[in-house]
C-alpha cells in the first residue's frame, strides 16, 4: 500500500510570488492534515480537511489557503510568500475512526529567498 | 491554552539514563492517544498508540490518566539512537480531530 506522497520535495521560491504544495493521502484515508515546521521548531497545525470539507484551521494569516479533492488529495497554497515562510511542509493523512493513528508524508521543503 | 502541550526540552540525558515525558490535553472528548517519534529532518512515524490500562514496548512504556488529562512516555536503558522529537497525540471523539503537540526534543549523549 502506497503511503502519503508530497509534491515536490523542495521548492525555491521568491518573495511575494506563490506556492502550490500538493498531497495524496493513503487510499481511504479522508482526512488531510497540513503542518508547518520551521528550522528547529515543532510541528505548527495549518489546516485540516475531511470529506472536501476545510475543518479546522490553526493560526495562520489568510495567504495560507488550501483545498481537498474529491478523490482527498490536497493542496496547500501560499500567497505572497515571505522568507519567514521557509520551512518544511508537512502532510498527514488518516481514516475518521477511533484509534487510527495519522500518516505523514516526507514534506515538502519551501525556501524563500 | 493549547489543545496539546508538551514540555519543548531539551531533555539531555547519558546513556542508560530513564527519561520520562509528559503531555497534557484539554479537550475532555479526546479519546484516542498517540506517541510519534521523529528524527532529525524526517517526517514523524508513529511510536506507540497509549492504551487505557498503560501498555509497554520493549523499553518504552506509556500511560495515560483521563483523570488529570494526561498521558506520559517513558524511556528505560536509554540508547543514543533514542535521540530524537517524541510528539504526543490525541484523536477527538466525534469528526476524529487528530492534534500533534510540537514535540519534546531528547538527546542520548554517550
Not at chain 1, 53 to 80: D, T
Not at chain 2, 9 to 30: D, I, K, L
Not at chain 2, 54 to 69: H, I, K, M, P, V
Request: with cysteine.
Amino acid at each position: 500500500e502506497a503511503g502519503v506522497t508530497q509534491s515536490p520535495t523542495h521548492l525555491i521560491k521568491t518573495r511575494g510570488q506563490q506556492a502550490t504544495l500538493r498531497c495524496s493521502p493513503i487510499s481511504g484515508h479522508t482526512s488531510v492534515y497540513w503542518y508547518q515546521q520551521a528550522l528547529g521548531l515543532g510541528l505548527q497545525f495549518l489546516l485540516w480537511y475531511d470529506e472536501g470539507e476545510e475543518r479546522n484551521r490553526g493560526n495562520f494569516p489568510p495567504r495560507f489557503s488550501g483545498r481537498q479533492f474529491p478523490n482527498y488529495s490536497s493542496e496547500l497554497n501560499v500567497n505572497a510568500l515571505e522568507l519567514e515562510d521557509s520551512a518544511l511542509y508537512l502532510c498527514a493523512s488518516s481514516r475518521t475512526q477511533q484509534n487510527t493513528e495519522a500518516f505523514f508524508g516526507q514534506g515538502t521543503r519551501l525556501t524563500v529567498v | 491554552r493549547k489543545e496539546v502541550e508538551q514540555d519543548p526540552g531539551p531533555f539531555n540525558v547519558p546513556e542508560g539514563a530513564t527519561v520520562a515525558f509528559n503531555c497534557t490535553y484539554s479537550n475532555s472528548a479526546s479519546q484516542s492517544f498517540f506517541w510519534y517519534r521523529q528524527d532529525c529532518r524526517k517526517e514523524p512515524k508513529l511510536l506507540m498508540s497509549v492504551y487505557s490500562s498503560g501498555n509497554e514496548d520493549g523499553r518504552f512504556t506509556a500511560q495515560l490518566n483521563r483523570a488529570s488529562q494526561y498521558i506520559s512516555l517513558l524511556i528505560r536503558d536509554s540508547k543514543l539512537s533514542d535521540s530524537a522529537t517524541y510528539l504526543c497525540v490525541v484523536k477527538l471523539n466525534g469528526g476524529f480531530k487528530t492534534i500533534f503537540g510540537a514535540g519534546t526534543r531528547l538527546f542520548v549523549k554517550a
